[in-house]
């Protein structure tokens, strides 16, 4: 399957810092990313949806202004969580999906786990 | 509103046995389904998935079986292996690349040596 790169996999922060993750998809084109938070023993809840070039959709609840989503271009997806705390120590993971009708698999980075000190 | 659940939390399998797990949904305009593993620690790697005009799908010792009817997936996995101790999650989107996937609770398969 596609393969999509989610860096970094591991990252500690200070409370009040800005953390960015990336996520590329290194063999096709990605005009959808999705982006999850992931708590202990819990599934994944949906963040946002973003469109390349577009602004991100934002699902009830997320702080947009918060969770910072970028995708600029049809590899790369950026999330940026400002101000961190360490309620937002969590497990990250972002997805991308090709616009084709009909393709069906979504590909999934390798999460980031986040952790607010 | 509309979501997709599991029934078990948590399933304990031998070694060389076969495993089930089970998933109802809401929503039925869903168009796929899918059933993702997740280890410790990764992120949600594909195993199946079943398109809604289907009622069964096979891989290797993996089989999806759905039931519209009643709103019902389930996930068998034959001859269950210790690599397959995991969280498996199924999950339900539409046909759009755009369209985004929504993940059940999970159940965690422990097999038994």
């Known amino acids: 399957g596609a393969v999509v790169s989610q860096h970094p996999s591991r990252v500690i922060c200070k409370s009040g810092t800005s953390v960015k993750i990336e996520c590329r998809s290194l063999d096709f084109q990605a005009t959808t990313m999705f982006w999850y938070r992931q708590f202990p023993k819990q599934s994944l809840m949906l963040m946002a949806t973003s469109n390349e070039g577009s602004k991100a959709t934002y699902e009830q609840g997320v702080e947009k202004d918060k969770f910072l989503i970028n995708h600029a271009s049809l590899t790369l997806s950026t999330l940026t969580v400002t101000s961190a705390h360490p309620e937002d120590s969590s497990f990250y993971i972002c997805?991308?999906?090709?616009?084709?009708?009909?393709?069906?698999?979504?590909?999934f980075g390798q999460g980031t786990r986040l952790t607010v000190v | 509103g509309e979501s997709v659940g599991l029934h078990l939390p948590t399933l304990s399998v031998q070694e060389g046995d076969n495993s089930i797990i089970n998933c109802a949904y809401s929503?039925?305009?869903?168009?796929?389904f899918i059933w993702y593993k997740q280890e410790s620690g990764k992120g949600p790697q594909f195993i199946i998935d079943i398109r809604s005009n289907m009622d069964k799908r096979q891989g290797q010792r993996v089989t999806v079986l759905l039931n519209k009817t009643v709103k019902h997936l389930s996930l068998q996995i034959a001859a269950t292996q210790p690599g397959d101790s995991a969280v498996y999650f199924c999950?339900?989107?539409?046909?759009?690349?755009?369209?985004?996937?929504?993940f059940g609770t999970g159940t965690k398969l422990q097999v038994i040596p």
């Open positions: 997805s991308g999906r090709t616009g084709q009708q009909g393709g069906t698999e979504a590909f």
């Open positions: 999950a339900e989107t539409g046909s759009g690349g755009y369209q985004k996937v929504t």
């Open positions: 929503n039925s305009a869903s168009d796929y």
